[in-house]
């Protein structure tokens, strides 16, 4: 009993200094301890009321007029200005709309399709026909597979699985672009953004990276350190609700060859022309498809106002603190040998999330959902808490380690 008094005087004087608790209190949250925003993320409290406006006024009185006059055509860009400080980029370079599978292969094939071009990426290396190959992260979420394949397929090139580790190993005269993940969404670990994406421009090829894991967990730096193009969900860590738009990154140099392989009316230079040729609009712009998702768009707009004066630098010192917390109360609560850490304890490879192999984890979250602390459960012996900084506390995490520990006991 001492040790749980400790544990939790401890989780009260960490939740006392906390400099981001009070951003607990723009979401709608109840007491159960809620570890699954890398999944879906909590609804902010000013999205209701703003979505609202949006069917009833917006859509419902001013109709086809809310185009202009609310600014549904620019929400797109506008939207994706508001995520670009999240990740580390300058405005004008990100674009938001269609899933993250959409824009996945948007960026790849666009990426192999730069790469036949003649020009490199990072280094300015001539590349031109022989470049036929596609990297893909073996440990990727699986629809990236997928999506890579078939861009592979479309392109005529070869496609080569690798860990992010045997990347450079596997770089060579023939890639053409590589598709990393920034964090494994099974395990927590973060992977080498700066350096990998250096030794895929030190080969001439080009590096797409997935940020579902990443943003607005952690900092990225896309524009610090060359990334080429990226894209991301909304719907986890930016807490933009079930299914809502991903966005698309396009560094700013590359955008006069980014060649989409969904062109839309969207993306003209002259959407309402409707000519029969399709000429690129300049910029991020480009990477647009078909008509806006508004109603989800706009609840994402909402959702991102709870950044408004937040640092990303702060909310990785705390994710950082949340996770070393729940570590150390797993050791104290857990009996030893019950359940073994997948997430790399080195802050420099762990991105916000705690993965721990557990026999019969299916099993065991049922339980700990049924005694208030919500996590998933990863196939076939893994389970997964996600910390989002923005609302969840320290108090949580305590409690989160002592449900785990009475539930395997």
């Keep these: 009993m001492s040790e749980v008094r400790e544990l939790a005087f401890k989780a009260g004087e960490l939740d006392a200094a906390d400099e981001l608790g009070e951003l607990r209190g723009k979401f709608v949250l109840d007491e159960v301890v809620y570890l699954d925003g890398n999944s879906l993320g909590a609804l902010p409290v000013g999205v209701p009321g703003h979505v609202d406006d949006v069917v009833r006024r917006q859509w419902g009185s001013l109709r086809i007029r809310s185009w202009g ?32 599978s959409v ?91 700066p350096g990998l994406t250096a030794a895929v421009h030190e080969a001439g090829a080009y590096a797409v990276w997935d940020l579902c894991h990443s943003a607005g967990a952690l900092p990225v730096g896309l524009d610090e350190h060359g990334v080429d193009l990226a894209v991301g969900c909304t719907y986890k860590y930016l807490n933009g609700g079930p299914g809502s738009p991903a966005y698309l990154y396009v560094r700013r140099d590359l955008q006069p060859r980014f060649d989409s392989p969904l062109p839309g009316w969207n993306s003209h230079a002259e959407p309402f022309g ?85 026999p019969r984890a299916g099993d065991v979250m049922k339980r700990l959902i049924e005694n208030g602390v919500v996590g998933d459960f990863r196939h076939p012996d893994v389970l997964r808490f996600g910390f989002t900084p923005l609302y969840v506390g320290f108090g949580d995490v305590e409690r989160a380690g002592r449900v785990l520990g009475e539930v395997l006991t």
């Design 69 to 100: 006059e609310s600014g549904w055509w620019t929400a797109p860009e506008r939207i994706g200005d508001r995520i670009a400080p999240l990740v580390g980029a300058a405005a004008g370079q990100i674009v938001v709309g269609d899933s993250t």
């Design 103 to 193: 824009n996945v292969f948007k960026a790849l094939v666009a990426a192999v399709r730069m790469a036949g071009a003649g020009a490199g990426a990072g280094a300015g290396v001539g590349v031109g026909a022989g470049r036929d190959e596609i990297l893909v992260d073996a440990t990727t979420f699986p629809t990236d597979g997928y999506i890579a394949g078939s861009a592979a397929r479309m392109t005529g090139c070869s496609l080569r699985p690798v860990t992010p580790a045997e990347v450079p190993g596997a770089l060579s005269d023939r890639t053409a672009a590589v598709l990393l993940n920034h964090v494994d969404y099974r395990t927590g670990r973060l992977h080498d953004l």
């Design 274 to 358: 409707m000519r029969p040729e399709y000429t690129p609009a300049p910029g991020a712009l480009r990477g647009r498809v078909g008509t806006p998702d508004i109603l989800s768009m706009l609840a994402l707009e909402a959702a991102l106002e709870v950044w408004d004066g937040v640092t990303i630098e702060s909310v990785r010192a705390k994710s950082l603190a949340l996770t070393d917390f729940f570590l150390e109360c797993v050791a104290a609560y857990v009996p030893e040998g019950r359940v073994e850490s997948l997430t790399p304890g080195a802050h420099t490879e762990r991105g916000s999330q705690v993965a721990l192999r557990c």
